[in-house]
C-alpha cells in the first residue's frame, strides 16, 4: 500500500480519526491521552494503526453533565417519538450494513458472523423502536386503593444510566443494552469495548443521523476497568450495567455503586453470549432494569 | 397525662373560642380528657422468647438474651434471645430445607391457603397485636389498632391471592422463586413490616429468615406463634431476633438468594456493599425527607390536618414522613397559625390511651438524635415552636415540634430525624416548590396540596420521588406500590411490581 501510494497519479484516502461522542459532539479526550488499535480489511480507507481516544476521569464527568443536560427534554418527549427516533436508527443502521459488516471483521469477527450480528442489530432496533410506547401499557397498574382516591403507578426513567459495554458482540452489544435504557427516557455514557472500538464510533456516527438529540447517548473510548469506577462512584448517575466477564470489576462496580445506592446490574459470559440470540437479547426485562414506579395517590370528591 | 391538666372553666374557653383565628393554645386542654388506657389484662407475655427456627423455640447457641423495654415506662418487658452467626446458619439452614423439600414444590393453591390463615389469624388477635406492638415500641394505640395490625393482615390478604396467579403478574414470561430469603425490618412498623417482608416472599414460593429491630422484638414473634397455630410447614418462615450483628450475619451468609432491608440509608450502602460481588438479590427500602407542598389554592384546614398527620404520625418514626413542609408564601403565615393552634391540641403520652395522640419516641438512642438534631436547627438559626403539652416524667417523650425560617442548606432540611419534628419552608412558584422538594438525595414522597387537579398531575410529573400523595398523606394499601427513588432505595412492596422483588422473570 505504501508503494502503491507514492506512485504517481494514485489517490492518497482519507483516513477517519476515530472521536469519543459526547454531548451530540465528536471529542477526544480532554486529557490528550490515546491509544492505539491496529487491524485493516480490504475497503477500508483507514490506516494500518489508528489512534483512539484514552477516555479519563474528566472525560467520564463532562459526559455526566451532557447526559444531565438531555435528559429532561428526551424523557419528556412522547414515548411515540422515542419510537420513531429508534426506527430511524434501524433505517440508519441498515444503509450502513456494509461498512458495520467491514469493520467487524476487521476487529476480527467472520464475514457471516458480522452478517448475522448486523442483521440482529437492525431488528433489535426496530423491536425497541416498538415497544417505546407500549412499556407503560405493560407495567403500570391502578391501584385499587381504600379511600377516596384514584390511585395508580407509572414506570419512569430512572435517569442516567452508565454502560459499560461487552467486547462482543460490539454492535449488537451496543444496541442491547443501550436502546432498552433509552427506550423509556433515560440518557446514558457508554463505555466502548476496549479492544476495537471502531464499531462503536460508526454506530455513534448512525445516532447522530437518526434525530437523536444529542447528550441522550454519550459513548467514551478507553478502559472499562479505569472507566467503570469512576462512573460507579459518581453521584449524579442513577443506574450501571456493566457487561464484562471480568468477575473483579464486576464486584468492584456493585460495591463502588453502594455510595449512592445506584440500581447495579453486572452480567457475565453468559449473558453476553446470550445477547447474540434473537430472544433471549432483547425483551422487557431489559426495559425494566432502568425503570422506577412511580405511585400516585389522587383525590376524588367533589 | 389528661388528669394532670388544669380545667378551664367555661366562660374562659368560650372566651378563647370568641379570639378565632388564633385561638391562642397554651397546651391547656379546652377539654380535658379522662384517662382511658387499653386495657393490658387479656395479654400475657412470656418472661423470655427463644429463636424460632425451624418450626421450633430454641435457645440460641450465642446462649444470650436481651431486654425489651417499654419505652413509655422504661420497665423491661421481656428477655428476648440474641442470635449470633450460628444461629443464623442453623435458621438459613431450616429455609433452605423448608425451600427445597416443601414450599417450592408445593401446588400454589396450597400456599395461597397457607398465607390466607396467616391473615385471619391476625385479625383474630387483632387486640394482642396492637396492645403489644403499643407496649414494645411506643406508638398510640389508635395507631397500631386501627392501622398496623389491620395493615398487616390486609397485606397477608393481598399477597396470597397472588400466589397461584404467578402466571399472570409477568404476562406469561417465565418466573421462578429466588429460594430463601433475607429479611431485615426496622423498629418503626414491626408488625406491618414483618407483613410487607413476608407476604410477597411467601407468595412468590421463597422461604424466609427475619430479623426484627432489637427495640420491637415482640409482634414478630407473636406472628411466629401464629405460623406454629395455622401449621405452617416448619423452616418456612424462621424468626431470628438480635441487635446489629444478627442482621450482619444474615447478610453476609453465603445460602440466602436475596436480601431485602428496611431501615436507614446508611446501613442500606452498607448492606448493598457487602452483597457486591456475591450474586445476591436486593431491595432496599431507606430513608426520606418529604417535601409535603403546600399551595395558597390548597383547602388549609385539610392541609393542615395532612401536614400533622404526615409529621407526627407514629411520633415521626416514619420513613415518608412529610418532614419538609413547603408552604407557598402568601399563605405561610396563616398556615403556620393553624398547624400551632392544631398541634397544641395533640396529646402527648401513655402509648395505651386511646386519646393519646403521639406516644414515645422509639428509644432512648432516638430521643438522644431527636434532640441533636433539634440543638441544630436552633444553633442555625430556625425558629423552633414545640408545643408546650405536658410529658409524662418517665418514658421517652418528645413534645410536637416545627422550625420555622428554616435555610435550605440547614441540617433540618437536610437530614432525616425520624422524630417529631418538621422543617417549615416557602416558595413563590411552583417551578421553585419543584426545585427546592427534589433538591434532596432522598426521593422515597411527595405531598401536593392544591385544589386544582391539573396541577397535581403536573407537579407529580415532575416530583422524583416513588410515592405521591395528593390532598392526603401517609396512606398505604397492599395494592399500592411503595419505595423510593434515588437513595431512597430501590424496589417496590405491594401492588403487582412489588412481586418482582422476590422472583426472577425471564
Request: glycine content about 10%; some cysteine.
Amino acid at each position: 500500500m505504501a508503494n502503491e501510494t507514492k506512485r504517481l497519479g494514485m489517490r492518497l484516502s482519507v483516513a477517519k480519526a476515530y472521536k469519543m461522542y459526547v454531548g451530540g459532539a465528536f471529542i477526544r479526550s480532554e486529557s490528550g491521552r490515546y491509544y492505539q488499535v491496529s487491524g485493516m480489511t480490504k475497503g477500508s480507507a483507514d490506516a494500518e494503526v489508528v489512534n483512539i481516544p484514552l477516555g479519563s476521569r474528566k472525560d467520564a464527568r463532562d459526559a455526566v453533565l451532557a447526559a444531565k443536560a438531555a435528559q429532561h427534554g428526551w424523557s419528556s418527549r412522547s414515548a411515540f417519538n422515542r419510537g420513531q427516533i429508534l426506527y430511524r436508527l434501524a433505517e440508519v443502521l441498515e444503509s450502513r450494513h456494509e461498512e458495520l459488516v467491514t469493520s467487524l471483521v476487521r476487529a476480527g469477527a467472520t464475514e457471516s458472523a458480522a452478517q448475522i450480528e448486523v442483521a440482529t442489530a437492525v431488528d433489535r432496533a426496530v423491536w425497541y423502536a416498538g415497544i417505546a410506547d407500549k412499556v407503560s401499557a405493560l407495567i403500570a397498574s391502578h391501584n385499587p386503593v381504600s379511600g377516596p382516591h384514584f390511585g395508580f403507578t407509572l414506570p419512569e426513567p430512572t435517569g442516567i444510566v452508565a454502560i459499560v459495554a461487552p467486547e462482543s458482540p460490539t454492535l449488537l452489544g451496543l444496541v442491547s443494552t443501550i436502546l432498552p435504557a433509552i427506550v423509556s427516557g433515560n440518557t446514558c455514557i457508554v463505555v466502548a469495548g476496549e479492544s476495537d472500538p471502531r464499531t462503536a464510533v460508526i454506530f455513534c456516527e448512525c445516532l447522530a443521523t437518526s434525530d437523536l438529540p444529542g447528550g441522550v447517548v454519550n459513548v467514551l473510548t478507553g478502559r472499562a476497568k479505569e472507566l467503570g469506577p469512576h462512573l460507579a462512584k459518581h453521584r449524579e448517575i442513577n443506574g450501571l450495567d456493566v457487561w464484562t466477564p471480568d468477575t473483579s470489576l464486576r464486584t468492584q462496580v456493585e460495591r463502588d455503586g453502594a455510595g449512592s445506592v445506584k440500581r447495579v446490574k453486572t452480567h457475565g459470559a453468559g449473558a453476553i453470549a446470550a445477547l447474540r440470540d434473537e430472544r433471549a437479547g432483547q425483551g422487557l426485562g431489559f426495559v425494566e432494569r432502568f425503570l422506577e414506579m412511580k405511585t400516585v395517590w389522587h383525590p376524588a370528591g367533589l | 397525662m389528661a388528669t394532670q391538666r388544669k380545667s378551664i372553666k367555661r366562660a374562659d374557653a368560650a372566651k378563647i373560642a370568641a379570639s378565632e383565628p388564633d385561638l391562642g393554645f397554651t397546651g391547656e386542654s379546652l377539654w380535658p380528657y379522662a384517662p382511658s388506657p387499653e386495657s393490658t389484662d387479656h395479654v400475657v407475655l412470656q418472661k423470655r422468647y427463644e429463636l424460632f427456627i425451624g418450626g421450633k423455640w430454641v435457645t440460641p447457641k450465642s446462649k444470650k438474651y436481651f431486654a425489651t423495654i417499654n419505652p413509655a415506662t422504661e420497665q423491661v418487658i421481656a428477655e428476648v434471645a440474641e442470635g449470633n452467626a450460628a444461629d443464623m446458619d442453623a435458621a438459613v439452614r431450616a429455609a433452605r430445607s423448608a425451600y427445597e423439600k416443601i414450599w417450592s414444590k408445593m401446588r400454589p393453591s396450597e400456599r395461597a391457603k397457607y398465607i390466607y390463615r396467616i391473615a385471619r389469624a391476625i385479625q383474630e388477635k387483632a387486640r394482642e397485636l396492637a396492645i403489644v406492638e403499643s407496649m414494645d415500641g411506643g406508638k398510640p394505640i389508635k395507631e397500631s389498632r386501627d392501622f398496623d395490625v389491620p395493615t398487616a393482615s390486609a397485606h397477608f390478604f393481598y399477597h396470597a391471592g397472588w400466589a397461584d396467579k404467578l402466571d399472570l403478574a409477568f404476562h406469561g414470561r417465565p418466573y421462578r422463586s429466588l429460594g430463601v430469603a433475607g429479611q431485615i425490618i426496622p423498629w418503626n412498623f414491626p408488625l406491618l413490616m414483618a407483613a410487607w417482608k413476608i407476604a410477597p416472599a411467601l407468595a412468590c414460593g421463597n422461604t424466609v429468615v427475619l430479623k426484627p429491630a432489637e427495640t420491637t422484638p415482640l409482634t414478630a414473634l407473636l406472628l411466629a406463634k401464629i405460623f406454629e397455630e395455622i401449621e405452617l410447614p416448619p423452616g418456612v418462615v424462621n424468626i431470628v431476633t438480635g441487635a446489629r450483628a444478627t442482621g450482619a450475619a444474615l447478610v453476609a451468609h453465603p445460602d440466602v438468594n436475596k436480601i431485602a432491608f428496611t431501615g436507614s440509608t446508611d446501613v442500606g450502602k452498607r448492606i448493598q456493599a457487602e452483597v457486591a460481588g456475591t450474586g445476591k438479590r436486593l431491595t432496599l427500602e431507606l430513608g426520606g425527607k418529604a417535601a409535603n407542598i403546600v399551595f395558597a389554592d390548597a383547602p388549609l384546614d385539610q392541609a393542615v390536618d395532612g401536614i400533622v398527620n404526615g409529621i407526627y404520625f407514629n411520633q415521626g418514626h416514619v420513613c415518608c414522613a412529610g418532614s419538609r413542609l413547603l408552604v407557598e408564601e402568601s399563605v405561610h403565615d396563616i398556615v403556620v397559625r393553624k398547624l400551632r393552634d392544631r398541634v397544641a391540641t395533640m396529646r402527648v403520652g401513655d402509648p395505651l390511651d386511646k386519646n393519646t395522640d403521639i406516644g414515645a419516641i422509639n428509644s432512648k438512642m432516638q430521643l438522644d438524635k431527636i434532640r441533636e438534631m433539634v440543638a441544630a436547627g436552633e444553633t442555625e438559626g430556625a425558629e423552633r415552636w414545640s408545643s408546650p403539652c405536658a410529658l409524662p416524667k418517665k418514658g421517652y417523650f418528645f413534645p410536637p415540634t416545627f422550625f420555622t425560617n428554616v435555610a435550605q442548606s440547614s441540617r433540618i432540611a437536610r437530614e432525616e430525624i425520624f422524630g417529631p419534628v418538621l422543617s417549615v419552608l416557602t416558595f413563590r412558584t411552583p417551578d421553585e416548590a419543584l426545585e427546592k422538594a427534589n433538591n434532596t438525595m432522598y426521593g422515597l414522597s411527595a405531598g401536593i396540596w392544591t385544589d386544582k387537579g391539573a396541577k397535581i398531575f403536573w407537579m407529580a410529573q415532575r416530583l422524583q420521588a416513588g410515592v405521591i400523595w395528593a390532598n392526603t398523606f401517609n396512606k398505604f394499601d397492599p395494592s399500592s406500590p411503595f419505595g423510593g427513588y434515588k437513595e431512597s432505595g430501590f424496589g417496590r412492596e405491594g401492588g403487582r411490581q412489588g412481586l418482582s422483588a422476590y422472583v426472577e422473570v425471564g
